[in-house]
């Protein structure tokens, strides 16, 4: 296959972590800190481990099935229902995820940008699915591209908070506060949502150079990058702030109460500033939804090539440049239906994604168990156990 068509895993990382690292690690900042204080941070490092036997049955999967995705792993050993079943609930549960990721991003963007406020805001959403179904349709390699220049855009606010905290840093913020364990677990609820987009690589692991050895290190990879960051962000923003993050109402309030102490002697360009990272959090928005999309096509085609979807030759016709361009169209109106049914209300966009993952990861890890007993998989049994646990948890 062209290598035009085919990613590097240096590429396959980069979208795990744009779609990983969303809006998320913004809007948890104040929460976060509301909750369990000081060391809000130990909210993420504690789901980082706590979900680790999913996220290591997962990427056990994607080495004995390189090819597959959701659907495949669910077939290999339960059967074609339990494929069936696995494969359309990641599909459309997560397609509820990057619309309302998307919707979040069009309204603060339109909060930001004046002349964008009379327009409707579902007419921006519509302009943006079928920008997004575009590029989607050229090869992979530009495809990774755009992943790339999204991330960037994300970890511009990212980065200025951690290297700049890094210089007001106040230990003292730390050492006198206590640590709130009851805080720390009513917190975790909030933070497990930061880690959901993991599987990504799953959906594109044929889509990855030598796919078997890395698309494991892809999902392994990315999730220790994000804990890092996750982590970082949310230690130093307190070490800066203390106990005045706690006051804040909204995670808007979060930047110009760090920029506040970070530029006192220039308010003007403190408040310039503001406005630049805010857009920075909206294209972290924008770029989840776009990774979400880049990478959930596959999942529709897979299912096609099963034939488990009405017209299903049509869904396996692939362009020029090798991408199942009735796949991408049909997102696009999903995605927009969604919108459109339920008025961009967050709540029931976000339970349907939710869930979807949930029960696709469920039914995956099963099927891993059951090819252990099988004796089809040398493989500890306690992991994936455990990584049920993580699921019903």
């Known amino acids: 296959m062209s290598s035009s068509r085919m990613l590097s895993p240096f590429s396959a990382i980069i979208i795990n972590v744009n779609v990983m690292l969303g809006i998320g690690i913004f809007i948890n900042t104040v929460e976060l800190t509301k909750r369990a204080g000081a060391y809000s941070f130990l909210a993420y490092i504690t789901v980082g481990l706590l ?60 909060h930001l940008i004046v002349f964008l406020q009379p327009i409707p805001t579902l007419a921006l959403d519509c302009l943006l699915v079928i920008a997004f179904v575009a590029l989607n349709l050229l090869n992979m390699r530009t495809g990774s591209a755009i992943q790339g220049i999204f991330l960037v855009g994300k970890m511009v606010p990212v980065f200025f908070v951690i290297l700049v905290g890094l210089f007001l840093f106040q230990p003292e913020h730390l050492i006198r506060a206590p640590i709130d364990f009851q805080g720390i677990g009513s917190s975790l609820a909030l933070a497990v949502f930061a880690f959901i ?9 044929n889509k990855i150079e030598n796919p078997q050895k890395n698309a494991p290190r892809v999902i392994l990879t990315s999730y220790a990058i994000v804990i890092t960051i996750l982590s970082l962000y949310q230690l130093i923003f307190f070490g800066v702030l203390g106990t005045s993050l706690m006051a804040k109402t909204s995670y808007l309030q979060a930047l110009p109460g760090f920029l506040q102490v970070a530029l006192t002697s220039s308010p003007l360009f403190a408040a310039a500033l503001v406005k630049i990272l805010h857009l920075s959090f909206a294209v972290s928005a924008l770029g989840g939804s776009y990774g979400t999309m880049f990478s959930n096509g596959w999942n529709l085609y ?55 993952c949930i029960f696709a990861y469920t039914i995956s890890v099963l099927s891993l168990i059951v090819g252990i007993i099988r004796k089809k998989h040398r493989f500890p049994l306690w992991i994936p156990i455990l990584g049920v646990c993580n699921c019903l948890l």
Request: with cysteine.
């Open 302 to 356: 897979v299912l096609a090539q099963n034939q488990h979807i009405f017209f299903d030759k049509l869904f396996t016709w692939l362009n020029r440049n090798a991408i199942p361009v009735a796949c991408f169209i049909a997102e696009g109106i999903i995605i927009l239906s969604y919108l459109f049914i339920s008025n961009g209300n967050q709540v029931p966009l976000q339970q349907l994604g939710v869930i979807g």
């Open 51 to 110: 979900m680790l036997p999913l996220i290591i049955s997962i990427a056990r999967l994607v080495r004995i099935y390189p090819d597959g995705g959701f659907y495949s792993y669910a077939r290999q050993e339960l059967g074609n229902a339990f494929g069936f079943l696995s494969g359309w609930s990641y599909f459309t549960g997560k397609l509820g995820s990057g619309a309302i990721v998307l919707h979040t991003a069009v309204k603060l963007i339109q």
């Open 197 to 205: 987009g993991f599987e990504v690589a799953c959906s594109i692991s």
